[in-house]
């Protein structure tokens, strides 16, 4: 990285230069953060459409599979009462 830094180091410079009485020493470490969890969520889609499903169908299955759903709960979520009763 050169001297200037990224853009999330020009942001913080910014802010010191026009609001010094603001602390934002989280910035760098928050923005990095949701741009690390932006990029795997990103990898994780595509891995998953890979594989013809999705982030929501994957944790419903998911849901089932550890037992989250009670014997109460309604059938209409994707039958997996259903299912489990079939088995």
């Known amino acids: 990285?050169?001297?200037a830094g990224d853009a999330i180091d020009r942001v913080e410079a910014a802010w010191r230069?026009?609001?010094p009485d603001v602390d934002v020493s989280s910035v760098?470490?928050?923005s990095r953060?949701?741009?690390i969890s932006r990029h795997l969520e990103?990898?994780?889609k595509e891995r998953l459409a890979e594989h013809g499903t999705d982030r929501v169908t994957l944790?419903?299955?998911t849901g089932?599979?550890?037992g989250q759903y009670r014997e109460d709960a309604p059938?209409?979520?994707v039958g997996v009462r259903e299912i489990e009763l079939a088995q």
Request: proline residues 0%; without cysteine; neutral net charge.
């Open 1 to 3: 990285m050169d001297d």
């Open 17 to 19: 230069r026009e609001r």
């Open 28 to 30: 760098g470490i928050v």
């Open 33 to 35: 953060s949701w741009r």
């Open 42 to 44: 990103q990898a994780r």
């Open 59 to 61: 944790d419903v299955l």
């Open 64 to 66: 089932a599979q550890i």
């Open 75 to 77: 059938v209409g979520i």
